[in-house]
C-alpha cells in the first residue's frame, strides 16, 4: 500500500504543477496583450457616447408623398421603352458579330490533328 500511495502523491504533484505552470503561461499572454490592443491608426473615441433612440420613439413623418397610379404607370412605360431600346441595340450588335464572325470562320479554322 504504501507504493500505491506515493504514486497518488506523485500524480497529484504532476497534476498541480502542470496547473500552475498553464497559469503561469497565460497570465504571461494576458499581460502582453494589453500593449497590442489597439493600432495607432484606429481613431479616437468620442468622449461622450451617442444616446440611442428610445425604443418607443417613432420616426418623423415623411415630407414626399407616395407616388400616383399614373406616375407609377408613366415610370412603367418609361422602363419599358428603355428595356425594349436596349434589347434590340444589343440584337444588332450580335446579329453584326456574328455576321462579321461567320465571314471570317471558315478561313480561320482548320482541320484538328488527330
Not at 433612440?53 to 415610370?75: C, F, G, S, W, Y
Not at 455576321?99 to 484538328?112: E, I, L, Q
Amino acid at each position: 500500500m504504501p507504493a500505491e500511495s506515493s504514486r497518488r502523491e506523485v500524480a497529484g504533484l504532476r497534476r498541480l504543477a502542470t496547473l500552475l505552470l498553464l497559469a503561469c503561461t497565460s497570465a504571461g499572454c494576458t499581460s502582453q496583450l494589453a500593449a497590442v490592443a489597439e493600432p495607432a491608426a484606429v481613431p479616437a473615441r468620442p468622449a461622450v457616447t451617442p444616446a440611442y433612440p428610445a425604443v418607443n420613439d417613432m420616426p418623423a413623418t415623411r415630407d414626399t408623398k407616395p407616388l400616383t397610379a399614373e406616375e407609377r404607370q408613366r415610370i412603367s412605360d418609361e422602363l419599358s421603352a428603355i428595356r425594349d431600346r436596349q434589347q434590340a441595340e444589343t440584337a444588332n450588335a450580335d446579329a453584326a458579330a456574328s455576321a462579321a464572325g461567320a465571314a471570317a470562320t471558315p478561313a480561320a479554322r482548320k482541320p484538328a490533328a488527330r
